[in-house]
């Protein structure tokens, strides 16, 4: 299994971006997709997440600003970031649980259901 995230870069404050992140390895549609972010000196906080049945998870930060949707047939997740504030500036990882589990503990999106983890792609929020 490997996941490459993308789309990472510099915006401004106010603008978009959108994440990609592509999953290969996988001989069945039957898995849940996260992202994950880490800033500097930062705990990796779990912001949203996705399964194969379609069930969606957003971190309240985040609520209102940012859309996960899956391309199952390029076996893609997006993250579509709009309104992007500098407190979005971090690493972004994708990853992925094979139990198919999208959804919260304790409001927060549990680090430990994923098991495999992309490369991370930056995300600077500055003017």
């Known amino acids: 299994v490997q996941l490459q995230a993308s789309g990472g870069g510099l915006v401004q404050p106010g603008g978009s971006l959108r994440l990609s992140c592509a999953a290969s390895g996988f001989t069945r549609d039957y898995y849940a997709i996260g992202w994950f972010r880490q800033a500097p000196g930062k705990e990796r906080e779990g912001i949203s997440c996705i399964s194969s049945s379609g069930g969606l998870y957003y971190v309240d930060s985040v609520k209102g600003r940012f859309t996960i949707s899956r391309d199952s047939d390029k076996n893609t997740v997006y993250l579509q970031m709009n309104s992007l504030k500098p407190e979005d500036t971090a690493v972004y990882y994708c990853?992925?649980?094979?139990?198919?589990?999208?959804?919260?503990?304790?409001?927060?999106?549990?680090?430990?259901?994923?098991?495999?983890w992309g490369q991370g792609t930056l995300v600077t929020v500055s003017s």
């Open positions: 990853a992925v649980d094979r139990a198919n589990r999208c959804g919260s503990l304790y409001n927060r999106l549990p680090k430990n259901w994923y098991t495999y």
